[in-house]
């Protein structure tokens, strides 16, 4: 299986300021995504980040709140910007080989927004 | 929309039980199934996936697949205290950008000693 490194682990930001999360992986994979998980609840898809085109962002996220970069099949960010508590949460990014193969996470990065 | 629906729980189950998980979905389409464990404050942890109709066994775990109820479960056998974690069920489905994966809400699970 891959391994994937996610940082930061966690982080206490505030509000109106942006965090960049990293995530590194070990092998060239062609899906890479990116979730939300809330207090409590599920996970939600923020965007898939493809390597050489531009995110493509679920209902409910915009790209000037959650740019993704996607520089090779390694390596992708997302940045949460102008925060506010509300964006307190668990992010996670995923990748995924296709049909037919594993899907594994990150370690996941808890942000609090005070 | 397509939906991934669990019961929420928690499903108390006592130790060395079988525990029998389930999650439906509406996309008629999803073509890979995937079950996760997450304890408390930690990232999902892929147990198994499954795409074909019928039984997938691996040690404890057995994933169990019918597309054309678009059912998908897990059972655990001898369930142990460690099991105690929130299950997550994940369907393959597509978007604007190919396939993705949707999960459901999660089941919680309580193995009691």
């Known amino acids: 299986s891959a391994v994937i490194s996610q940082k930061p682990s966690r982080d206490i930001c505030q509000r109106g300021t942006s965090l960049t999360i990293q995530c590194q992986v070990d092998?060239?994979?062609?899906?890479m995504f990116w979730y939300r998980q809330q207090p409590g609840q599920s996970l939600t898809l923020i965007a898939t980040?493809?390597?050489?085109?531009?995110?493509?962002?679920e209902s409910g996220f915009v790209i000037d709140k959650f740019p993704i970069s996607r520089p090779n099949l390694t390596f992708s960010t997302l940045t949460v910007s102008n925060m506010s508590p509300e964006d307190s949460s668990i992010y996670l990014c995923?990748?995924?080989?296709?049909?037919?193969?594993?899907?594994?996470f990150g370690q996941g990065t808890r942000l609090t927004v005070v | 929309q397509k939906e991934v629906e669990q019961n929420s729980g928690p499903l108390s189950v006592p130790e060395g039980a079988i525990a029998s998980l389930n999650c439906t979905y509406s996309?008629?389409?999803?073509?890979?199934f995937f079950w996760y464990r997450q304890y408390s404050g930690k990232s999902p942890e892929l147990i198994m996936f499954i795409y074909s109709n019928g039984d997938k066994e691996d040690g404890r775990f057995t994933a169990q697949l019918n597309k054309a109820s678009q059912y998908v479960s897990l059972l655990i056998r001898d369930s142990q205290p460690s099991d105690s974690a929130t299950y997550l069920c994940a369907v393959t489905t597509h978007n604007n950008a190919g396939n993705m994966l949707t999960f459901g809400g999660g089941t919680r699970l309580m193995v009691k000693p």
């Open positions: 980040a493809n390597q050489g085109s531009e995110a493509t962002y």
């Open positions: 996309d008629r389409g999803s073509q890979s």
């Open positions: 092998s060239q994979v062609t899906m």
């Open positions: 995923s990748l995924w080989g296709g049909l037919g193969t594993e899907a594994f």
